[in-house]
């Protein structure tokens, strides 16, 4: 083989190399699972309903926390190419708003008034195929423990009540 055939084969395998090298993380990328989170009209919401005129936090809040929950966790427990399209239907917030002159806004917790979720979801595999669907209601006592009171996240029963879902839903896969 002379010089120039061993240059371009040299050539040709590091373009091959580095063709793939670049391809490989976005093939990978795409592998990995998708999850979608939508909601319908948070003004027919309970949580909305249940207002009582008091400046609460906008649903928008409320709503993108629960969303980066269930991408978040989705992603630990789905397995590589399924995708997961979820859409919230409903939401009672856990706790009551309290309506004292020094207390008015200010949401008050405890086992008799657990958060509530209600939603739909869509488990597709990698091949398109559906793999499970269902509307659910969550909400449970179980989800208001005492240990959670000292989080800094003002959702964290409700985020709790999302991924104990997931988890008994698609099984925990966790690293």
Not at 99 to 116: F, Y
């Amino acid at each position: 083989m002379t010089i120039q055939a061993r240059l371009n084969a040299v050539l040709c395998s590091l373009t091959l190399l580095i063709g793939f090298g670049l391809c490989a993380p976005s093939v990978i990328a795409a592998q990995k699972p998708t999850v979608r989170v939508d909601w319908t009209d948070p003004s027919q919401f309970s949580e909305m309903q249940n207002r009582s005129g008091f400046n609460q936090t906008s649903p928008k809040v409320w709503l993108g926390e629960f969303s980066s929950t269930i991408r978040r966790h989705a992603r630990r427990v789905l397995e590589t190419g399924q995708s997961l399209s979820v859409t919230i239907t409903d939401v009672t917030l856990a706790g009551t708003l309290r309506s004292g002159s020094r207390t008015s806004g200010v949401r008050v917790v405890d086992r008799n008034t657990p958060p509530r979720i209600k939603l739909s979801f869509t488990l597709t595999g990698a091949d398109g195929q559906i793999l499970l669907n269902g509307d659910r209601d969550l909400g449970s006592p179980n989800s208001m423990s005492p240990g959670l009171a000292d989080s800094s996240n003002p959702y964290i029963h409700e985020d709790r009540l999302l991924i104990e879902w997931m988890d008994r839903e698609f099984g925990s896969h966790e690293d």
